[in-house]
């Protein structure tokens, strides 16, 4: 059965540093592969994606993703946290086929200290 | 573009009532999806429709639960009794087959808070 795992519930992050989300997952395939976004009150709102080619991913809000096929892993970044960056933030893996269920990590909550 | 429209925002209402939750995907989108989002239990599909067809009501948790589309511009969720336990933000998403059938990008709405006393 599919899972996707985010091991870190909690991270803390200074503004003007960097952050790393991690994100594992277990697949019969390579999945497609998702890093949402949600605010306080707010819907998610998708961030980058992975279907194929480079596996370096580029999303909005200067973040970017890896997709680590070896590892099965597609860990989020961004180089400098903006206190705006605070949410809750969620990895989701998708099949390659006509069957459209997302499954999502349990989510990473980043808060950002001044 | 709208985005995806949840009502209400917020609703508050008594063990056994009955409560209606409404979702209007986003024009021209073809899947439609109902989560429920809980600290316990994190964020679970319920159903998810293609062509307003049921396609997957596996997470819907009993026969309490209820959901239909009978339009591609209109999906209804409904709790009849509602119960404390079903307190939870419920999330209405849409996504776009494209040609090809590649990618499932899905666009959330800003969902409902559900408080049931």
């Known amino acids: 059965a599919q899972s996707v795992t985010q091991p870190d519930i909690h991270i803390t992050v200074s503004e003007g540093a960097s952050l790393e989300l991690r994100c594992n997952y277990s697949?019969?395939?390579?999945?497609?592969l998702f890093w949402y976004v949600q605010s306080p009150g707010q819907g998610l709102q998708l961030l980058l994606k992975?279907?194929?080619?480079?596996?370096l991913v580029q999303g909005i809000k200067g973040f970017e993703a890896e997709f680590k096929r070896s590892q099965s892993s597609f860990n989020l970044r961004k180089p400098s946290v903006h206190w705006s960056d605070a949410a809750e933030y969620f990895c989701?893996?998708?099949?390659?086929?006509?069957?459209?269920?997302?499954?999502f990590g349990a989510g990473t909550t980043v808060t950002v200290r001044a | 573009d709208a985005g995806v429209i949840q009502s209400p925002r917020h609703e508050v209402t008594e063990m056994g009532q009955e409560v209606t939750l409404r979702c209007k995907p986003i024009?021209?989108?073809?899947?439609l999806f109902w989560y429920r989002q809980t600290m316990m239990r994190g964020l679970e599909l319920l159903i998810y429709?293609?062509?307003?067809?049921?396609?997957?009501d596996s997470g819907m948790p009993e026969d309490r639960f209820s959901a239909k589309m009978p339009n591609a511009s209109f999906s209804t969720l409904k709790i009849q009794p509602s119960e404390p336990r079903d307190s939870a933000v419920y999330f209405c998403?849409?996504?776009?087959?494209?040609?090809?059938?590649?990618?499932?990008?899905?666009?959330f709405g800003p969902g409902t808070r559900l408080t049931v006393l």
């Open positions: 697949y019969g395939a390579t999945p497609y």
């Open positions: 024009s021209g989108h073809n899947s």
């Open positions: 989701a893996v998708g099949p390659r086929s006509n069957d459209y269920k997302l499954s």
């Open positions: 992975y279907f194929s080619g480079d596996t």
């Open positions: 998403a849409s996504s776009q087959k494209p040609s090809g059938g590649l990618g499932n990008e899905q666009f």
């Open positions: 429709f293609n062509n307003n067809v049921p396609i997957d």
